[in-house]
């Protein structure tokens, strides 16, 4: 976004107001120029140069009735829209020239006290900002389908795997709030970096600050900011934020490509069956119904990290303090968020549509004596030791998994009968998917009435982080209308 601080100038010409004829032309001009991709902070901008003019009026610096000329002037250049912006190197030119072009050069006062530099920085916290604030809403979206799904599966055996294989008889209620608990983890990051996203950097100036008396406090309450960013050369200069942000967001993306995996798998198998807006044809195979848009959720995993890897190498070599560089930066956190918070939203609608085939899961939870831990659990909670007991149910696997094969076995490995150390009847149990997920009733396993537990937890962090995010979203919208009330004062 922005280009380094040149010397003030007042006036207008073809070059702009900033650079003027120097350096300005060539066929590098193209090259420089970022007056297209900072449509995305166009409004960002208008903003903070209202709360800049409004705090040099407040301060002294510039007179009631300039202020005044200014702030009608932004007014009439965001109605005209960003299309109608003069050609510049960037947003910020472009506006301070379009001001100049309808009061004079007394618009040119409106940059005094501020560089380019803090002032992209300030525009791309207050985009971002709100950006974030809807991936954090996709995120409670989907923590919300996905514990709907855990409300309505808590007894619905299926098989779990590892390593793909069948492995332990669990629940579509269990299985789901592994993927909630990961969201809610993710939730928490987005939450984090907003955080630290939401400081103010405008009164950084180049990065030396300036020689007038402004007040960043009042700017940044204007805006909406919690706060400031102290040193001015971290001000102006750092992009920390953006790194933090796009690595949330890929932690994010990643959270999503497990779940899309899962569900593709799934659906493969047929122990679910994805709705029809979330799916499609073949061109040519009628009868195929692919799961094509968590494909490509899938995908933004590889999208995401690649913004990281992106981003990372363009700040690691980045001396202090303002480097060009940084207009390349801001575009992979701009795609990162947007791309991941898509994906979200189609993840928690695959969720929420997505018909489960409770016959199809339940004659597979049982598949590969998927049991048997169940059963060693058991026979080293009779006395038997648990190695030795997981000696003879692996024995007994390899012989079919079920009662006479367990008998077999306790003969072969034990040398005694297997109703010595155990209750057929608690055995038969312990074979059975269902009595085996009703056994693990351990904190966060798969029993019913532990399910009912984290069920609970989750609705009430899933809550708590609702009301932070909407207390979030009103203090944004009651400090853009009190700018707006300041600067009807103005206009």
């Not at 020239?97 to 009061?103: D, L, P």
């Not at 007894?155 to 779990?160: A, S």
């Not at 990162?336 to 339940?362: F, H, I, Q, R, Y």
């Not at 997920?437 to 984290?454: H, I, L």
């Amino acid at each position: 976004m922005s280009g380094e601080e040149a010397p003030d100038a007042d006036g207008s010409d073809d070059a702009g107001v900033v650079r003027r004829d120097r350096f300005s032309g060539g066929p590098a001009r193209s090259f420089l120029s970022s007056l297209a991709a900072d449509e995305r902070i166009f409004e960002a901008d208008l903003e903070v140069d209202r709360a800049h003019a409004l705090m040099l009026a407040e301060q002294g610096i510039v007179d009631d009735d300039t202020a005044g000329e200014i702030l009608t002037a932004l007014d009439a250049i965001e109605v005209d829209g960003h299309d109608s912006l003069p050609d510049g190197e960037d947003v910020h030119e472009a506006i301070e020239t379009a001001v100049i072009e309808r009061i004079g050069e007394d618009g040119g006062k409106m940059h005094t006290a501020r560089s380019r530099n803090d002032e992209v920085a300030t525009c791309i916290r207050y985009r971002l900002r709100e950006d974030v604030l809807e991936a954090i809403e996709t995120t409670l979206a989907l923590r919300e389908a996905l514990l709907d799904v855990a409300d309505e599966g808590r007894e619905t055996i299926m098989p779990g795997y590892t390593h793909l294989q069948p492995a332990q008889p669990t629940t579509v209620a269990h299985w789901v709030l592994s993927y909630e608990g990961a969201v809610r983890r993710d939730t928490e990051r987005l939450l984090d970096a907003y955080g630290r996203i939401n400081e103010s950097p405008l009164g950084g100036a180049a990065f030396a600050g300036t020689t007038f008396d402004i007040d960043r406090e009042r700017t940044a309450d204007l805006l909406g900011f919690n706060g400031i960013v102290e040193n001015s050369m971290d001000a102006s200069s750092s992009r920390d934020f953006l790194l933090e942000t796009t690595q949330a967001l890929s932690t994010h993306a990643t959270t999503l490509s497990g779940l899309a995996e899962d569900l593709i798998v799934f659906a493969n198998r047929g122990f679910v069956d994805l709705a029809d807006d979330y799916s499609s044809t073949s061109s040519i195979m009628p009868q195929k119904k692919n799961p094509d848009t968590l494909e490509l959720v899938r995908a933004v995993a590889g999208d995401a990290a690649g913004g990281v890897q992106g981003l990372t190498t363009t700040l690691k070599g980045l001396p202090r303090a303002y480097n060009r560089d940084l207009q390349r930066a801001t575009t992979h956190a701009w795609e990162t968020v947007d791309a991941v918070t898509e994906a979200g939203e189609v993840a928690a609608g695959a969720v929420a549509t997505a018909d489960w085939n409770e016959e199809a899961l339940a004659a597979e939870a049982g598949v590969g004596f998927s049991t048997a831990t169940g059963v060693a659990d058991l026979l080293a909670a009779n006395g038997l030791p648990f190695r030795t007991a997981h000696e003879m149910v692996a024995h007994a696997a390899e012989n079919g998994g079920d009662y006479d094969a367990l008998e077999a076995a306790a003969g072969d490995v034990l040398g005694e009968p297997l109703e010595l150390f155990v209750d057929p009847a608690a055995v038969e149990d312990a074979l059975d998917p269902e009595a085996s997920v009703a056994s693990r009733d351990s904190r966060g396993g798969p029993a019913p009435e532990t399910v009912a537990d984290q069920l609970e937890s989750a609705r009430e962090a899933l809550t708590a982080d609702e009301t932070t995010r909407a207390a979030t979203d009103e203090a944004l919208e009651d400090a853009h209308a009190a700018l707006r009330e300041e600067v009807n004062r103005y206009v």
